[in-house]
């Protein structure tokens, strides 16, 4: 069905890779401590779900069945590369921070379930709608992420100071231990969200 406003809408909250599915949580919680780092690695995936995914979707008819996950592999891993490279040479300080998670963004079940579950099943619009959706929901997610635990750790979102030199900051939130919290409360957030709502709806 030719619907790519639901499918580009679904990821943003519905079907949220890192609140609602609870995929891609290696680098939600690896790299989240700051908000320009979620904010550069939901960017870097969102570039590879749509470019990975308008492919597929436009030579899903000529890759044997047999070997699609091979060849979806190869196909992310490409766009993977130029993403890896135009880190490296553009934002060479973001790249060095975010490190092996960049190359490891090939086997995020995000993309891979998304090319497997979608594009090679769907129209190329649908596909791009969807991959669109996924990829800014994630990003959002990251940077919402990043920017609490920016914040309460340090004191300052993206770079700049908001609470001042008063302010000694949370080391839990400088820490893996922060991701799994702040997470935590935040899928509890959208828990009761979603049933304040659903419960109007009646």
Known sequence: M????????????????????ILGMC????????????????????????????I????????????????YIVIIASFVTLADYFLAAFYTDIHKVLGLYIPLIVVNCIILGRMEAFASKNPLLNSIADAFGMGLGFTWALVLL???????????????????????GMLVMKLPTGA????????????IINEKVRSTAQ
């Open 56 to 71: 597929i979707s436009i030579i899903k008819g000529l890759i044997p069945s047999k070997v699609r996950i091979p060849c």
């Open 146 to 168: 990043g920017s609490v635990r920016e914040l309460l750790g340090f004191g300052t979102l993206f770079g700049a100071t908001l609470l001042g030199s008063w302010y000694p």
């Open 2 to 21: 030719f619907q790519p406003t639901k499918d580009f809408l679904k990821g943003l909250w519905k079907q949220n890779p890192a609140f609602r599915l």
């Open 180 to 191: 799994f919290i702040t997470l935590g409360l935040m899928i509890a957030l959208m828990n």
């Open 27 to 54: 680098p939600t919680l690896a790299v989240t401590n700051m908000a320009v780092n979620g904010l550069a690695m939901g960017l870097a995936t969102l570039f590879v779900l749509v470019a990975s995914g308008i």
